[in-house]
T-cell receptor
Framework: QKEVEQNSGPLSVPEGAIASLNCTYSDRGSQSFFWYRQYSGKSPELIMFIYSNGDKEDGRFTAQLNKASQYVSLLIRDSQPSDSATYLCALKRNQGGKLIFGQGTELSVKP | EAQVTQNPRYLITVTGKKLTVTCSQNMNHEYMSWYRQDPGLGLRQIYYSMNVEVTDKGDVPEGYKVSRKEKRNFPLILESPSPNQTSLYFC????????????FGPGTRLLVL
């Protein structure tokens, strides 16, 4: 079992819809969780991080963490074609600095 | 401008010919890391460094070396490259071990023939 699992997609949503990206993890001791966006041929850029159970909102993005069920999700409201990218889920087990990434979910927002 | 730079951006080499990919950051970050990205496998950490002269293995360290003699630089060394090291490589840095904002370099695309 992979430590961080994502559906590789592609996930296709119409412009203006809510895109829901999901990530599950196997290590219950994982402490912090991150969502990165990566455009084709570019480097990953951090969208959000979350440590505590519940929701965290930043503009059109909401990260949700449920440690009991071991999943973290990213909701993108009012999706735009410019949101089309691969979204990477990552976690840290502790303060040691090692990020573990999922394989990424490709999102396509159709005009 | 805060940034992480990598050189070269593209490299074609042959099996066994030693090469170095440089990484430099101008943000005075303590933490630096190297990743490789392969289709279907995502980003995997090769090595990381918590500070000068402090390095540790990531998930896929075999065939790679690193050094951290200065805070700003973290070169990746392939002593004897092999075709299975053909990949896209990213260097990253952050200011805390928590790595909340990890800045990535632009990437180095390596082809080993």
């Amino acid at each position: 079992q992979k430590e961080v699992e994502q559906n590789s997609g592609p996930l296709s949503v119409p412009e203006g819809a809510i895109a829901s990206l999901n990530c599950t993890y196997s290590d219950r001791g994982s402490q912090s969780f991150f969502w990165y966006r990566q455009y084709s041929g570019k480097s990953p850029e951090l969208i959000m991080f979350i440590y505590s159970n519940g929701d965290k909102e930043d503009g059109r993005f909401t990260a949700q963490l449920n440690k009991a069920s071991q999943y973290v999700s990213l909701l993108i409201r009012d999706s735009q074609p410019s949101d089309s990218a691969t979204y990477l889920c990552a976690l840290k087990r502790n303060q040691g600095g090692k990020l573990i990434f999922g394989q990424g979910t490709e999102l396509s927002v159709k005009p | 401008e805060a940034q992480v730079t990598q050189n070269p951006r593209y490299l074609i080499t042959v099996t066994g010919k030693k090469l170095t990919v440089t990484c430099s950051q101008n943000m005075n970050h303590e933490y630096m890391s190297w990743y490789r990205q392969d289709p279907g496998l995502g980003l995997r950490q090769i090595y990381y460094s918590m500070n000068v002269e402090v390095t540790d293995k990531g998930d896929v360290p075999e065939g790679y070396k690193v050094s951290r003699k200065e805070k700003r630089n973290f070169p990746l060394i392939l002593e004897s490259p092999s075709p299975n090291q053909t990949s896209l490589y990213f260097c990253a840095s952050s200011g805390t071990s928590g790595g909340e904002t990890q800045y990535f370099g632009p990437g180095t695309r390596l082809l080993v023939l």
